[in-house]
């Protein structure tokens, strides 16, 4: 059975990071790409990154150079690290697991492209 359960979230002051983790089952990471969108209330889900299996990663341009996903094939954890957070970054985060016919370079930010998500974890960021 696929799931992926997300944690690490919590409540964060602006410029504080946060570490969240995507622990997977049910298949491998060395045979799947895994992508992290956030949904903001009232907004629709984003993209915000996602590694592949080779272990490139991709970023949303509005999170570049704050937040690095990486990987740990054998722990089964996809991490997402989140530093110099900011009032927008406050969200739900979700890991998805990219669907086996799409290649993560030119699909990792359709959401349509994804077969299997997280229950997702909120990450809010307050003073």
């Known amino acids: 059975q696929v799931q992926l359960v997300e944690s690490g979230g919590g409540l964060v002051q602006p410029g504080g990071s946060l570490r969240l983790s995507c622990v997977v089952s049910?298949?491998?990471?060395?045979?799947?790409?895994i992508g992290w969108f956030r949904q903001a209330p009232g907004k629709e889900r984003e993209e915000v990154a996602a590694?592949?299996?080779?272990?490139?990663?991709f970023y949303k341009d509005s999170v570049k150079g704050r937040f690095i996903v990486t990987k740990d094939d054998a722990q089964k954890t996809v991490y997402l690290q989140m530093n110099a957070l900011e009032f927008d970054d406050t969200a739900v985060y979700y890991c998805?697991?990219?669907?086996?016919?799409?290649?993560?370079?030119?699909?990792?930010?359709?959401?349509?492209?994804?077969?299997?998500w997280g229950q997702g974890t909120q990450v809010t960021v307050s003073l």
């Open positions: 998805g697991r990219l669907g086996h016919r799409y290649l993560a370079q030119t699909a990792w930010t359709r959401f349509d492209a994804y077969d299997a």
């Open positions: 049910g298949f491998t990471l060395n045979a799947r790409a």
């Open positions: 590694i592949n299996v080779l272990d490139v990663a």
